[in-house]
């Protein structure tokens, strides 16, 4: 286990049951101090029973919920160094922002006197550019700036922790790519930990530190973004996290030779560390290289566009391979020539390098 001094949070042999359901089996995690940490699963995956454990909103059932090395089984919420931002963001409706922002620093006791109240305030709207905000109605405020004015108030009270409860779920595709940069310069200023639970993997990979993958109530992988992507420790990881192909093949360890359900033999060493038999081999759609008919001498595979999907600096492509079933190809445009687009009815061939491909046990 790890030093306490270097973690705000740790669960140690973590479940939670909810009657004969198990939401959360017996997870351990630690979570450093000042990183940024994405709970990412599919619904139900436990990712935010694990948020609500920790923030005191439920108690473990077995195991313990430390923070900063102390244990929170049994501590109320309230009395937690952790504040949260709610999906909804929970203001209240008939207050002002500064009110809002204010609310929860007018419940300490000993009291704090009204201008210390006034003071803090001020900075946590500073800090989330709202500076100017303070008089304005909650229903005068755009989604972005609800969200900030949300943050505000959980940062308003100096947490250890910032637990993030699928906060951007509501807002619109660029608000939301502007308030994850957002978001991830304030954690880099603020030096705190976050802790942030979503079902996005785009999300995911773009604004944390570390990835935790959960499904069925325990950990798949606990890693970076890139080692998340590049390097997935089973199959659902690979399949949930990005886009990935899925082909049937069998093993042949002996000559580290995969081949593949159509009859293309492929070798690549990572075919001997792995048991005899059927397989499933994960590819990235961009890890394929689209090449036209004139070009196709030597080519892996061969196939027939059915459906493109022009995405402007790219272009995805599902692609009928015989024996293989339908591959979904990613391919960078080079221009604005038409050219680089290759059109439904063609066929094309498809090269790929075997030491990209992730093996796994059928």
Known sequence: ?????????????????????????????SVPKGAFVALLGPSGCGKTTCLRMIGGFEQPTEGSVLIGGASMNGVPAYRRPVNMVFQQYALFPHFDVEANVAYGLKQLRPRLA???ISRRVGEALE???????????????????????????????????????????????????????????????LGITFVLVTHDQEEALSMSDVVCVMNAGRIRQLASPKEIYDNPTDLFVADFVGKTNRLS???DPADGSVTLANGKRLETAKARTL?????????????????????K???????????????????????????????????????????DLVEPGETVAMNFNPGEAHIFPA
């Open 1 to 29: 286990m790890t030093s306490a001094d270097t973690n705000d949070i740790e669960f140690r042999s973590v479940t939670k049951r909810y009657g004969a359901v198990t939401a959360v089996s017996d997870i351990n995690l």
């Open 249 to 251: 093949a069998t093993v």
């Open 275 to 295: 048991k005899a038999g059927e397989a499933t081999v994960a590819l990235r759609p961009e890890a394929i290289r689209l090449t036209r008919p004139s070009d």
């Open 297 to 339: 001498n030597g080519a892996q595979l061969e196939g027939t566009v059915t459906h493109r999907i022009f995405l402007g600096s790219a272009a995805e492509y599902s692609i009928s391979v015989p024996g293989l079933g339908d591959l979904l190809v990613t391919a960078e445009r080079r221009g604005t020539s038409d050219s």
């Open 114 to 116: 009204a201008s210390e």
């Open 127 to 189: 800090m989330v550019r709202l500076g100017g905000f303070a008089k304005r109605r909650i229903h005068e405020m755009s989604g972005g700036q609800q969200q900030r004015v949300a943050l505000a108030r959980a940062l308003v009270n100096k947490p250890s922790v910032l637990l993030l409860d699928e906060p951007l779920a509501a807002l619109d595709k660029k608000l939301r790519t502007a308030m994850q940069i957002e978001l991830q310069t304030l954690q880099r200023d």
